[in-house]
């Protein structure tokens, strides 16, 4: 096994280098960059940037030179020539992408071009906050559709499984954000119930509490995000484990157990679970990644959040590239590293499963 981790964990660089490669020429070479977004806030205020190339306007490169920029009519070359110093886009764009793999190397995202403070104190600012998110509602929603599932399988056809596919599928119907905002007006004192806090991942007086009032303070401020995240979450998980304990429960080996004598919670939890769980396993990785940045980012905006999503998207609409870069290497490298321990689980879930060989 320790052969296998080594080669996986070497996998991750080039794995990282030809996405940050893909993601770094797209982006480049996409109109509207922050040499605009600067110019058209000198010309035009702060409120135009992050609005981008207006409709029917011709598609400029960013490298271009300073007379093609569509903001620079009116404005002096010089202070054309000092935005783009300023922003690094006087060099070519091949110069850029070697500056940028040597930073990343040393895990250097430079500054964020519109919010006069590092990348990587952005990125620490903003983990908790995702990490939180991501990580409670995916263990809720597999704790919760794991058992759910097996229940179902279980009583495959009964009143219980009628019943428990109708409120998950009203729970699959509902979007997040909108369970969100629900949860706002009936229990953060909008229009009902004064309960949960409205906004933040604490209180202001949290440096003031003791270690069990951290906690109750932290989990009294995630309670109606991770609710509104899990509720539409553990739909397609649950189905996707009723269906596969059925399938496994069908099979020969399961008439043999039965035939010795095995009780069923014995043939359920020796043998079925443990063929039955690889495949809900293998999509954790997925699973957290999604909810991480596109499941969170409503949630994030909804409840005042500064996490990961909130803070990539923010980049991208004023194309502040170190935040975009910096995210998406946070966002591949958590992706790969948890696809890496879905693998080590297959390993440890069934043994007969061999990724040494490979």
């Not at 404005?75 to 922003?87: G, M, R, T, V």
């Not at 953060?188 to 933040?200: E, Q, T």
Request: charged share 15%.
């Amino acid at each position: 096994m320790l052969s296998y981790l080594i080669r996986r964990l070497l996998l991750i660089i080039p794995t990282l280098l030809i996405i940050l490669t893909i993601n770094f020429f797209i982006v480049q070479i996409a109109p509207g960059g922050p040499v605009d977004q600067a110019i058209s806030m000198l010309e035009m205020g702060p409120q135009s940037a992050g609005q981008g190339l207006l409709p029917g306007s011709s598609t400029q490169s960013i490298n271009s030179n300073a007379n093609l920029y569509k903001g620079s009519k009116g404005l002096d070359p010089q202070i054309i020539a000092a935005i783009e110093k300023q922003y690094g886009f006087d060099k070519p764009i091949w110069q850029r992408y070697i500056d940028t793999i040597k930073n990343f190397i040393c895990f250097d995202f430079g500054n964020s071009f519109f919010k006069s403070e590092s990348v990587t104190g952005l990125i620490i600012k903003s983990l908790p906050v995702s990490i939180s998110l991501g990580l409670w509602s995916t263990l809720l929603i597999y704790f919760i559709s794991i058992p759910l599932g097996i229940r179902k399988a279980v009583k495959d056809g009964s009143a219980f499984d009628f019943w428990s596919s109708m409120i998950i599928i009203i729970g699959y119907a509902i979007p997040s954000f909108l369970l969100a905002v629900l949860l706002i007006i009936l229990f953060a004192g909008s229009s009902y119930f004064d309960i949960f806090p409205l906004r933040g991942l604490i209180s202001s007086n949290f440096a003031d509490l003791d270690t069990w009032g951290k906690i109750k303070d932290y989990f009294w401020h995630m309670c109606l995000p991770i609710i509104a995240m899990v509720v539409s979450g553990f739909a397609s998980l649950t189905m996707l484990t009723k269906n596969s304990f059925l399938d496994e429960i069908r099979k020969q080996y399961v008439v043999t157990a039965r035939a010795k004598g095995l009780s069923e919670k014995q043939i359920l939890y020796r043998h079925v679970f443990r063929n039955a769980t690889l495949l809900f396993v293998s999509g954790f990785p997925a699973a957290f990644v999604g909810i991480l940045f596109t499941g969170a980012l409503l949630i994030e905006i909804i409840f005042s959040l500064n996490g990961l999503g909130l803070l990539g998207y923010e980049a991208i609409i004023q194309r502040d590239y170190p935040v975009i870069f910096g995210t998406l290497y946070i966002f591949t490298l958590i992706g790969l590293v948890t696809k890496l321990i879905s693998d080590l689980m297959y390993m440890l879930i069934d043994p007969r499963i061999d990724f040494e060989g490979r």
